[in-house]
Every structure is written in structure tokens, then in C-alpha cells.
């Protein structure tokens, strides 16, 4: 048999032929094996051939194994029974046996048979016409688009779902409860399930209206919970339609009354248990995700709230996702957020008050993140890949290959389907960063530097902290003059500034904040936050470096260089005009009012120039109302998430 | 030629067309299945002198033979009893014995003989079935292998190390000789290389089968290549048997096209060589048709062959076929006022028509090539087929006239949650009802106008109704049963060919489970099944005119059958493989059937003989149409490609290349100047087939060799490609008026 290796057909050996009539009880002697197996090999081969012709009669590209069957039945030999299922069998094997098999699990037929939760989802085979080229020109329809009733619905599914949406759209919060939990329990939808993901993905046309939004995201949970639903595909819409939630700047944050804040929580909240129960079904979506979120984040011209959304949706994909995206970006993040929340200008107020949600949402990532990081770095044995951060502190700038808590990486080629457009298609414009991970101690150094004593997780910053030393200069390679560690270096600490702090009314309230002086205590901290990254992993240096003292120099760092250029997010028109169109009665009432930022600028100043925590950029949206303190300050708790 | 050609040969022809016995007309010839379908010369030959001699022609030539080997040994009373049994002429012994007894195996190979060139020939075969060098003279002992070569094809034998070096001495010979002749003679390698093969497999000499193999099959055409995957398989000689494909192979001849000067060249050389062992195969296995005249082109020769066995003799194509159209029966078309009335209801007779049947006025002559109007016995019309002819040349007159710059406008019926089950569509005449089979043994049936299906009442309901009434038809019906869809159960397998009757009374459906259904389409029930294929049934089709219908499959036949014969008329059996496709002719006279054996064979429903031949696709054929005028046949196969055919003169006389995927659908417009083909790539494409049919040049027609040159014109021929939304296209269907409906599964 070995000769016939150039053979491009599958051969069943020799020794199966032998194993399969020891399983019957024969004993075969070498000879009758191999004369045995050969036979088999062709009548196999006779039989594909022979099935082939049905798939072609048949019209289908795929051979089934339904084909095969008749071919065998055809040829008087016994068919092939189980094999029959869509998908594809998983093989396993013995290793000690070198036996491959089909799991073949046990079926309670008795369970099966009285089951009363039969999917009916199957929708009646039907025919549809449609003019596709009139006088043999031009296509009516845009080609390869789905059919508009690929599903048709039986008049009690249409029912139904006429019933549900009215109820969980409509007014009474009672009816609406029953219908939500119908939607979470009901195995007969399969059929609605489209026209559901399609009445979700009408978020973008609720957009001003948070209740509607809550609804829909409460349609959505239902629909995740549901455990007769095979989401499939539709995943990457619901998804899409619950990253709309989460980042968008949405009609109704206009009005500070809104309590917008909760809702994007709670869409944050809904993404993760979506990725984390129906993840695999797609592809490449966690590095969707996220690369959606960096975007955002790494985005100067989205406002605060969109911010805020990107790091509580990092947040909520748990504390892997936030060391990869939201970490690295913490520092070119930072004097962004500093420039807002040091601007105590009264027109400032507002953006300084969503400054502060974005900036309390960031302490609960990264606390825990910290937390978490510690504690796999105490529970080696947990995870994997947990345990690699911690022993080898030593041994910087390797790459972690697979994130404990996160898929494998993949290609982040794939482009996002359809109305997935909230997706960020892979790789499309933002490059995916090379990233180090950041050992446990340095990156506490950096975080205490941001945060100082607001950080609620301590760890001795001393030099013996934990069995590291955090970051001895001895780490570092390059020559840092700044002792690491906050610890050590108390006033170049920036703290978190205060609530209370005094409201002053800046002295250029009427000038743009461009014209806000750098703060000195920027130039000043700079080089004691770049110490905390590892000195061998270039990249992050690079970064950190960009965001350090130097503030004049914009080199590396992807968001820095985009910050001042694109603040301008009016439909700015060549002049260079700087006009507000809101001034005189927000001005007047002093300290409440936020600021209006329909303003024009003309870039009109050198770009180098403009100073990093001249924070501007805000929504374009005129007449904004005062925005009572109280109000975050209490939707500052809802940032709680149970992961 | 034509001379050497006669005699045993022609004989052999003769019974090879007619395997169907005599029929008179259209009385119920009720068919012998099993006949049909044990083909084997082999399995028959111990009991051939007992069989008639009607058999199979191999038959025959197994009687022949030993008749011949009785005759040697002197038994010349049994002789004589074997001959009166078996009904032979004594001259066609006599001229068997006395010209060419050694090629009783391969009479056909009469073709090659030269007179004087007999008794060499017969030393041949009988030197190398000893598979020594000997004398030609013969000892009476060394005729009995005789028999046996008749009786298993590959009995001979030279040495088995030996077949590489004759089949590369051949190659280097082929390589050497002029640019004109090497293209024709390299026609000879495919079947030589398969004969070899397998006559090494046959006797068991299994390693140096695989050593030839894998010498010299890359060799071969790439069309061949899912053959040559066959036989790769079969390495012993127990795979033979039952292999079908590969005993026709065996048992049929493979035809080439050569002309004189090359086959002489070849002829030398294999006599100079005493090449036996190739000279045999060549002998028994191929039949050369031998033609004066220029030696053809490679891309001629491309152009036709393909098929499972070689190309279509000349002869099998000369013989007369009438494909002009029926006259139509005159009818009167009412005059306007009446109009509404006619388009009102159907299904309300019109007491006004005037009973003028096709005896009726003489205003349309006849077509000449037409087959005379009762040549095939037709149903007569009835009223309402009347009505329906009225209507039909109504919705004529509203026609829109397509051409290259009026291109049809294109419906396209999508199935939808089809779950990859549909496997056939049909669509009646006028467009009002669409069904299709399906993988779930089902069929359905949904009227795609705003008038629903309904069922006929029940016998019991029937009787109370009133039957002097008016609107007695629009009683019957039961107003309960309407709806837009109508399952019909009964079948046991996918259903793979559909079709309407042309009154739309009734439906045909054929299937995986043997049989050919008739539904009707007043009560929705079965009403018959007809048996008969006993295996997969792939297609079948109404006759234009209803009450015939023919069928083909898996069992490599054709039926013709009648709606009121639960047996078949006639049985068309010549195809080497399944029979794929079949189609009316319009004038109902003939049929055509597609084969995966890759030929096309037109049949004559009278006498049930095979007229036409045509070979050059390569892959099985799954779409056959006639052009309205009855004059052309254009066939699809999984090639991809559409080829046009002239049927009176039986040549090809187009390639229409596009489609990247298998043609399932083919259909021209109604006054025929398009011809739109659907294929499994989910597109349909539009092809000029006025301009196709136009640019023919008749001197081609003429010429005896009947070698035209192709031109590659398909990207001017090809007027559009319309895709469609991931749907593979299975039907395509003209309106009355010259709309372009299409069908296809939704495939997402």
C-alpha cells in the first residue's frame, strides 16, 4: 500500500479494516486486510462518485450526507444513519488508542418526545416575485441584498409581535414588564427574532429619548436571555445597536437632566453579559469591541459622555480589556482631562462636571484593574496567562499571547457586516498598537500618579513592595532623575482635583480656553509618569514620552496628535472667524451655566502651540441648561458593575 | 468506404438503433426491462444460442461466434439448429465466416479492412490472443479463443511490462508525424489508454496497471478528467463488474473521426512496428470513421469530442429528420366584441366557436420538413383547448418583439425558505401556476395570479349541483379549498423533474423513489403512477401537444409513455450513462435526451430510433431547448457552456461560452430570437440567437465531412448577464408576451 501515497483519495488502512472486524469478533490475517481495505477504499469511492449525481440533480453545490445515503441505498448497502445534522461533527480522540470518533451522546428520547418547548420557528416555504431588470436593463434592486421576506409570518407571530413591541414601547411599565419576560422565555420566536434585532437598531432614531432607549436595551437583554433563540449573526447587530448606547452623544445628554449616564451603564452592562453568553458566534468581535472603544477614547472630538461611555464599556469587558486600551491611553488621555477639570472658569462648568464622571469612571476601571492584577499575580495557579504578568516581572516587554479573560487574538481584518457599522471594522484607521503588557508594580506607579491617594487600592509604594520593587531605577534604562512612585515624590502628584474646589470664575471667561496657560503642574509631573512604563518596550515609551514635559513636542502619541487639530468639530467654514453663538444670557447666570461651545474657531493658531489641557472640545449642541451638581454626584454610584 | 462499410457492419447498426422492437404507431409496445438493463454481453452469452435474435447486437455477435466455432469443429447439424433457433440468415453466417470470421468480436472494425487485409487481420487476432508470434496458418484448436473474446472483451493478452513501451512507442510515432495529422491521431490515445488500462486490470496484473496509469495519464485531455478518476479507483478486476460506466466502455465502441491520409499513416506504422497489442485495441475497441478530405484542426476536433464514447458516427446523424412544425389547427379568432367574453372565464365553454379542426381551411402550407400531421397520433383539441389557442394567439398579438436592442424584461420567483430542497420548477404555458419538487419528496403548487387553487367538491357535493347550469364549472369547485398553495404528497424521494400538462389539467412529477406521478390538478390527488425506470427517475416532460410524456434516468433510458398506459410506448435506450434531461420536440414527433454520458441523442417517437448524435460537451448535459421553429436544439451541461445544434443537418453550429457553473435552465423567446440560459453561478444571461443562427454559413452544410469551424463569438453573442441575489437559477420560462420569468431557491 505504500506505493499508492500519490493517490489523492482517502485510504482506510489496513489496521482499521483489522480493528473493525476485531470489533465484530474476526480475526484477519494481513492479506485478507489488505485485500479487505482496498475493496472498501473503492466501493467507497463508487459510492462518492455515485452521490455526486444527486447532489447535481438536486442542484446544490454541497454534497450531503443525505446524497451519499441514497447512493449506498442505491448499491443495496445499509445507509449511514446520525450523520445528518447542519453542522459539523466534532471529532475526538483517544490518544492511547489513536481512535478518532464522533461524540455520540445519549438522547432522552422520552424528554425529547414530550418536550413542549419545540422551536416553531421554521417559516413556510413560499415564492416571491420581484421585477429584477425591466427591458433587460438595470437592476430595481441594489444586488445581493436579502430579500425583504425571506421570513413570512403566520398571522399569530404577527400578532405577537405586534402585541410585544406596543407593550414594551408603550406606556404601561406593567405591561411592558410581562412582555419582556415573555420575550425571555418564549421558545417559539425563532421566525420574530429579525424583526426584534430590526426594531432595536432603530436606537439611532430614539436617540433624544432615554426612556425609549432604556426599552429597547431591556428588549435586547430579554432577547440575550432567551435560551431558545439562536442569536447567530444577529449578534453583531445587537451589539452595534447597544455600542450606540454606550457612546454616542446622544440627543438626550444635551439636557444635563438626563440622566444619561445610567443608561450607557447600563448598555456597558448589557454589552459585556452579550459578549460574554454569545461572543462566539462571531468572529473577531471582541477586537471589534475594543477597537471601537479605542477609537473613541483615543477621539479628542467626541464629547465627555462618549468618553465616559468608552471606559465603562472597557470596564465592563473586564479588566484585561482595560489593561490593553484604556491603560496605554491613560496617559495622553490624562492632560486632556486635567485641562478640563483645571479649568474653573463658570462657563467650564458643565464639561468640568462630565470631566469628573469620566474621571470617577477611569478610578473604578483601573482600581480594578489594579485589583485584579494583583490578584492573579497572588493566585498563579488561576488562569494561565494570569500568572504570567507577575513571575516575570524580570522579564519586560514580553507579549502576552492569550489573555485570560479574552478570546484569542485574531486577524482584525474582518470588516464589520452590514448594519454593524457601530463596529469598528478591523484595523480600518486605527491601527491596533503593538501592547506590552505593564508589570503589576509600575503600573501602579503610573495610576498613583494620576490618582494619588484617590485610588482606593493600596499598595506599599515603598521599594519593597510585594516581593518587587515597583520600579527601581535599576529597571529603568533610561536615566530618570524622578524617584518612581508617588510615594517618594508627593507634590508632583496630581491629585484629583476636587469637587469643591473653588468654582473661580476664570479670568478669560470670555475667551476661548485655547488661550488657558499650561498648567504648570503638567510640565512638572510629566517625567514621573513616563517612569512607569517599562523601559524596554519602545512603544510605550515613546508614548509617555509624548506625553511628558514636552509638551510642545506632539510626536508619537496617536491621540496627542490629533487633539488640537480636530477640536474644531463645528462645521467650521474656512475664515478664520471665532464666534460664540450662545453668550450673553448663560454667562449671566454665573456658576450654573455651562458653557456654550457652538463656538467657530478658526485655526488661526499654530498648532504647536496650543497647550494640552485646553481641553475644548464639546458638543455641538446649543442651549444647554444648568446642570445641578447633585445630580452626578449621585449617577456617579451607578458605575457599579458586578463582573 | 461506404462499401467496405456495408454488410456485417450495417446489419450491426441496424440492430443497435432498433434495439425497441417493431411498433405499430402508437399501440401500447410494452417494453422489456430487464433486457434493457442487463447489458452485459457476458452474463447472456451462456445461454445465447437459446436467445432470439432480436437481442442485444452483441448478442449476436456471441451467436456468430459460435456458430463459427461449431462450424470448425464439424458440428454442422448443430449448427444448423443453432441458426433456424436463433433466426440468422444463412447468408450472413456465410458472409461472416467467409470474409472476416476473426473479427466476429469487432465486426465493426470492418470499417478498417481492405479486402486482402482479412486474413492478415484474423492471424492477428489470433497471434496475439495466444500471445505468441505464430504462422498464419491455424490449427482448428486455435479458434476457441475466439469465443472467449466475444465472451469477456479482454481475454487476450501480450505481456503486461510490455503495454507502457507499445503506448510510448505510439506517443513518440504521433509526436513525430506532420502538424496536420498529429491532432487527429492523438484522438487515439484516450480510448487506447483506457483499453490498456483495463486490460491490464482485467487480468489481474495490478501493479503494472498502476505503473501505466501513472505514466501516462496526464497525458490524456483534461476533459477526460473525471473519467480517468474512475478508472484510477478500479485496480482489480473484480471492480469491473457492475461498474456500468466502465462496461460500456468495454462493450461499446469508441468512435473517432480521422481522416484517410492520417489513419493510413498510423496504419503503416502499427504494421511496420507489428505493434499487435495496440493494433488489437484498435481492432475491437475503437471504430474509425474514416472520412477524405482534409485532416481536421485541433480546435475541431476539441469542439466534438468529449463524450464517453468518442464522437457520433456520421451515420448515425444522416438520417432524415422532419422538424418542421405542425399546421395549427385553424380556429377562429372571435371578433372584438366577443373578446371580453373569451378573456372573462375559461372555464365557461363558448357554445359560438365554429368546429373547424386541423381539416379546416388550407391557408398555411406546409411546411416541408414537416412530419405529416398524423404521423404521430395527437390527441384531438377540445373546447377548452380551443379557448386556451385563443387566448394563446391573443396574448401573441401583444407580444413584444425582442431583439439585440429590446431586451426582455426579467421576473424572478424566488423560493424562499427552501432550506436547499427545491430541485425543479415548471411553469405552465401561460404563466398562471408555478410548481416546484422538492427534496422532501413534496410537490407545490402556487397560482401566481390573484386566482386561487381550488379543489373539485366531493362526489357527494357533486351531485347536488345543478348540471344544466351555466356556470356548472364554477360550481364544482369547492369555494372552501381555495388557497394560494397546494402541497401534493405521494412520493418517497426528491423530486427531480416537474411538468405541466398543456391544458393545465394535469401535472407530472418524477422522482428518487422510481416513479413518474400524474397529479391532477382539478382534485389535487395522484392519479397515476407509472413505473417502470426502477431507478431514480431525473427528468420528464409533457409533450407540447399533452398526453404523451416522456421520461428519463438512472437505469440510461428514455420512456415514452402515454397518460392513459401505465407502461411505457417506447423506450429509447442507447445512452452510455443517465439520462439527464429530456425534451419534446414542438412538433411532438421527437425527442431529445441529455446524457452524463455527454451526448445528446434525439429520438424518433414513431420507431423509436436514435437520429441524431451529438457530441462535444464535456460534462453532463442538464438543459436541452428547441428553438420555436423546431429547427435547433440548444443544450447546457455542467461545463458551463451552451452549444447549438442544427438538427437537420446534425451538426454544431455554436458554443455560447459565459456561464462559470452548470447550465441547469435553457429557454428561447417565443419567436426565438433569444435564447436566455440560467445557471447554477446565479445569473442568466441573454444571447442573440438570431445573429447565432444567421451567421451560419450553408457551404459548411454541404460539405460532406460536415466539419465546420467555430467561430468564438460568444462575447458578441452574449447580450447580458443579469445576476441574481444568491440564487442559483433553475427555470427560466418565456410568457406569452415575452417576458423573462425566472426561478430559482433563495440560497443564503
New interface residues.
Partial sequence: MA??E??R?AEVSRDSVKLMAESAGVELGDDVAALLA??V??RL??AT?SSS??M???????LTV?DFN?ALR?SKVETVCGYGAQDALPFRSVKEGELFFTDDRDVNLVELALATNIPKG????????????????G?L?P?????T????LSDDLLKYYQQITRAILGEDPHLMKVALLDLQSNSKIAALLPYFVYVISGVKSVSHDLEQLNRLLHMVKSLVQNPYLYLGSYVRSLVSSVMYCILEPLAASINPLNDHWTLRDYAALLLSHIFWTHGDLVSGLYHQILLSLQKVLSDPVRPLCSHYGAVVGLHALGWKAVERVLFPHLPAYWANLQAVLDDYSVSNAQVKADGHKVYGAILVAVERLLKMKALSLSQPAEGGSGAQPGSVVGALGYRVSSPGLSPPPEPLSEAALGIASHLQAGGAGCPWEEWTPVPLPAMYCELYSFFGDSLAVRFSTGPGFGNYPPCTLTQLGDARKDPPGSASNPDTTRKMPQLTANLNISPRQDGSPRTDPPPPSLAATGSGRSLGRSSSSTSSMQRSRSSSSRSGQRSAGLSRDVFPKARFTSPQTGPPVFSFLIGGRQMGRRCQGRRPFQTTFGPTQPVSAIPPRAYAHKLPVIGRVGKPVRRWACSHYSLHLPL | MAAVQGGMVDTDEEKDIKTEPPSDGCGNNNANDGRVLSASPASSASSGSNKSAAGAPEDQQTLLAVLQFLRKNKLNESVEILRREAGLPEDLLDLKAGDSSGTGPGGAAGSVDEGGDASSLLSRVTVSSSGVVQAPAKAPGEDQPDVNVVLSAYSQQGDPSLYGVYYSGLKRFIESVLDCHRAELSQVFYPLFVHMYLELVYNNHE?EA?VFF?KFSGDQECYYEDDL??L?????K??MRG?ETLLDFRTSKFVLRISRDSYQLLKRHLQERQNNQIWNIIQEHLYIDIFDGMPRSKGQIDAMSGSLAGEAKREANKAKVYYGLLKEPEIELPLDDEDEEAENEEGKPKKKKPKKDSMGSKSKKQDPNAPSQNRIPLPELKDSDKLDKIMYMKEATKRIRLGPD??????????????????AVDFTDDSSL?A?G??DSTV?V?S?TPKKLRKVKSAADLNLIDKESDDVLERIMDEKTASE?KILYGHS??V?GISFSPDRNYLLSSS?DGTIRLWSLQTFTCLVGYKGHN??V?DTQFSPHGYYFISGG?DRVARLWATDHYQPLRIFSGHLA?V?CTRFHPNSNYVATGS?DRTIRLWDVLNGNCVRIFTGHKG?I?ALAFSPNGKFLASGA?DGRVLLWDIGHGLMIGELKGHT??V?SLRFSRDGEILASGS?DNTVR?WDATKAFDDLETDDFTAATGHIHLQDNSQELL??T?????T?V?HLHFTRRNLLL??GA?N?
Fill in positions: 506505493d499508492r500519490e493517490r483519495f482496498e475493496d477504499c473503492y469511492r463508487e462518485q449525481q444527486f447535481r440533480h438536486a442542484k446544490r453545490r454541497k443525505e441514497r442505491w421554521c417559516a413556510e416555504t413560499m415564492v416571491r416575485v420581484n421585477v429584477s431588470y425591466l427591458d433587460g436593463k437592476n434592486e444586488q445581493g441584498t436579502v430579500p421576506a425571506v421570513q413570512s | 501493479n498502476k501513472e478518476r474512475i484510477s479507483g478500479m485496480t482489480k473484480e471492480h461498474n429590446n431586451l426582455p424584461s426579467i421576473c424572478f420567483y424566488s423560493f424562499l425558505n427552501a432550506y436547499q430542497g427545491l430541485t408555478i416546484g422538492f427534496a407545490r402556487w401566481v398553495l424521494g426528491p427531480y428518487e431507478y431514480p431525473w438512472h443517465d439527464t452524463s453532463p442538464h455542467t457553473d452548470t441547469y447554477m441573454m447580450l447580458g443579469y445576476l441574481t441575489k444568491s442559483p433553475i425566472a426561478a433563495y443564503p
